[in-house]
């Protein structure tokens, strides 16, 4: 059973800048990070292979998104720059056997960190 638990997520106003981080049991995954918005399906926002070779992004995302992890330290990060209303959304971190974008590839998920960003 693997383990996620994601933190960093707030208030923060449009234009600022978050750094969420997913703490995880074991890293030998691809790890993932989706969001929720309230009303709206969970989407995709960026995917890491286990050796940080290959990331993916949202298209709408990567420009101002980062995914990055560190496996000495068993932690998976989200940067995000230039953050928009829009982007207010409960944040998911993820781990699969599959370098996807897609949620169903991916079998274990932590709980959730709240990011509010206001205009």
């Known amino acids: 059973q693997v383990q996620l638990v994601e933190s960093g997520g707030g208030l923060v106003q449009a234009g600022g800048s978050l750094r969420l981080s997913c703490a995880a049991s074991?890293?030998?995954?691809?790890m993932g990070w989706f969001r929720q918005a309230p009303g709206k399906e969970r989407e995709f926002v960026a995917t890491i292979s286990w050796h940080s070779y290959i990331t993916r992004y949202a298209d709408s995302l990567k420009d101002r998104f980062s995914i990055s992890r560190d496996n000495a330290k068993n932690t998976v990060y989200l940067q995000m720059n230039s953050l928009k209303p829009d982007d207010t959304a409960v944040y998911y971190c993820a781990a699969g056997t599959e370098l996807s974008g897609n949620q169903w590839s991916y079998s274990y998920w932590g709980q959730g960190t709240q990011v509010t960003v206001s205009s």
């Open positions: 074991v890293m030998n995954y691809a």
